[in-house]
């Protein structure tokens, strides 16, 4: 891949309900391709351990965030949510500036 390629490429944010109730939390340039690893249909385990034998998973949300660095940064803030936090995050809008401001008064 390309410097330019790179630099252009949109990351993503997203959650994942398991069949249990859990969320998962990653990042993506490609949330649905990532999603069916994580699904593991085609029997590869691309996906990630902690949602092997959770199935059936539900992506809940999912918000374009810019660049990897910020992807990563966000997913580390987002993984330190309480569970009800994630719920509400869950029913925003994936506006990623009502996010922010969401997000600034978690903590």
């Known amino acids: 891949m390309s410097e330019n390629t790179e630099a252009a490429t949109?990351?993503?944010l997203?959650?994942?309900r398991t069949a249990d109730g859990s969320l998962y939390t990653g990042i993506s340039t490609d949330v649905q391709?990532?999603?069916a690893e994580h699904?593991?249909?085609d029997k590869k385990n691309k996906g990630a351990k902690a949602l092997?034998?959770?199935a059936p998973l539900r992506l809940v949300f999912q918000i374009v965030?810019?660049?990897k660095s910020d992807a990563l940064k966000l997913e580390y803030k987002v993984k330190q949510l309480s569970r009800a936090q994630k719920e509400e995050l869950i029913g925003l809008d994936a506006e990623l500036m009502k996010f922010e401001t969401w997000l600034q008064t978690k903590r």
């Open 65 to 67: 965030v810019g660049n």
């Open 33 to 35: 391709r990532r999603f």
């Open 52 to 54: 092997r034998g959770k």
């Open 14 to 16: 997203y959650l994942v």
């Open 10 to 12: 949109l990351w993503w």
């Open 39 to 41: 699904e593991n249909k």
